[in-house]
């Protein structure tokens, strides 16, 4: 399966503190994805990180890969109130068609 | 540009009943998708089309009905609603459709209520 499996499946910080956050997966891939969702919205894209790749940054969000090892790291740093929601991780494998399967998600809370 | 526009945001329906959500992108978006979300149970995506007059089904199809006769649009019909169906549906898209998938966009949900 593709789908990816995040942990922990809740993390609770205080502000300004970092948080990483886990994604382990089965299959091999052609990219992995992080998505992140607030309460009551959509997803919205955070990074993808090509399966050659094992490092990606953007901003405060620093995604690591091992493909060895199949699994993915998302860290936040300095985290702020308004990080406060749940991340996905999608790992993609094109099967003869483009499906992004999703995990159950991380709930981070940043406490003030 | 409205990204993807969902309608409505709130339905509730009584067991039996047919219903049709709504999707619409303007971003020129040959890849579609929807997926329901449950306490619980992540995502799970239901249908997707790669383009106009093209889809297949995703992990848990029964009881949807799709069809993509523009690029723009991807409603999702409910044939006979049933409580099991009772969920938060999230239609995507992308711009790319073959070997490296692209970033999805998301519309902000539709919450079912089937009573």
């Known amino acids: 399966s593709q789908q990816g499996e995040e942990d922990p499946q809740a993390l609770s910080i205080q502000e300004g503190e970092n948080a990483t956050m886990n994604c382990s997966y089965k299959t091999s891939i052609n990219n992995l994805q992080w998505y992140r969702q607030n309460s009551g919205r959509g997803l919205v894209h955070l990074i993808l990180i090509r399966s050659n790749e094992r490092e990606k940054h953007s901003g405060r969000l620093r995604v690591t890969l091992d493909t060895s090892k199949k699994s993915s790291s998302l860290l936040i740093t300095a985290s702020r109130a308004a990080d406060t929601a749940s991340y996905f991780c999608a790992p993609y494998l094109f099967q003869g068609a483009q499906k992004l399967v999703f995990g159950q998600g991380t709930r981070l809370t940043i406490n003030p | 540009n409205a990204g993807v526009t969902q309608t409505p945001k709130f339905q509730v329906l009584k067991t039996g009943q047919s219903m049709t959500l709504q999707c619409a992108q303007d971003m020129n978006h040959e890849y579609m998708s929807w997926y329901r979300q449950d306490p619980g149970m992540g995502l799970r995506l239901i249908h997707y089309s790669v383009g106009a007059g093209i889809t297949d089904q995703g992990e848990v199809p029964n009881g949807y009905n799709v069809s993509r006769s523009t690029t723009e649009d991807f409603p999702l019909r409910l044939l006979s609603a049933a409580p099991s169906q009772t969920s938060v549906y999230f239609c995507?898209?992308?711009?790319?459709?073959?070997?490296?998938?692209?970033?999805?966009?998301f519309g902000e949900g539709s919450r079912l209520t089937v009573l």
């Open positions: 995507a898209s992308s711009y790319s459709r073959v070997r490296v998938a692209g970033e999805l966009f």
